[in-house]
């Protein structure tokens, strides 16, 4: 199978992260798939957005965690991108609606790294089933623990296991806890010994972030990794065209 394209926070090399326009540009790109965050608000709503705060990425400041969904709204996510003015924050509902009819993948990283939105694990399946995106969805999170409580509500629920530093024969951790996939920091995955490997014999997809360098993608690609996370889709699709 060649190496999917997943569009790291949507197209967002060109457009401002984790919002409508930038996933908009991610189907146009013919991406396989699209990366986002979730965090929560302050009135139980799922946020799609990065960090823990807006500071960085709108007009406004404050801790999502303490912001309603209304409040969140009405700030500008456009980031100073070029041609972009007025972005709304999306609700994870807004792009399941969105790209509910293609056919795109959607990893839903789940921020749960600093601030722990309790029962947001029962939130996200339950949107997964009222908007039918049951095997659309592959849920990851640096707190593997909510992972497990995904499974525990979902037990069809795909997870893939995030992690950034180097670690031995990672493929028994994931098969441990019957993980579908590895989202490995892309240095690591092509890095440490074995890990390609160990993975395919043991059936765990190897899904790198974020890869931006047209080389290392194809360095992935030719490894036969199942999927590519980065923020230029385009390039990506074009570096591996030939593999
Ligand atoms: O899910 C891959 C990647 O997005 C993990 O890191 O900080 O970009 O969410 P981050
Ligand atoms: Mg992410």
Redesign the pocket.
Known sequence: MPTKIWA??GASGYAPENTIPSFKLAVEQKADGV?L?VHMSSDGKLMVI?DETVDRTSNGSGRVVDMTCQELKKLDFSNGMPGYANVRIPTLKEVYGLLKNTGLII?V?V?CDVVVYYGIWDKLIELEREMGMQGRIIY?S?NHFVLMKLREIDPKAKI?L?Y?EAMVDPWIYASYLHADAI?P?YRVALDCPGVIDGCKKNGIAI?P??CNDEQVVCDLAAAGIEAV?TNYPDKAREAIKNI
């Open positions: 790291h926070r990366e965050d990065h990893n990283e921020k990851s640096f893939g995030l950034a989202h920091h899904h972030w974020t996370i």
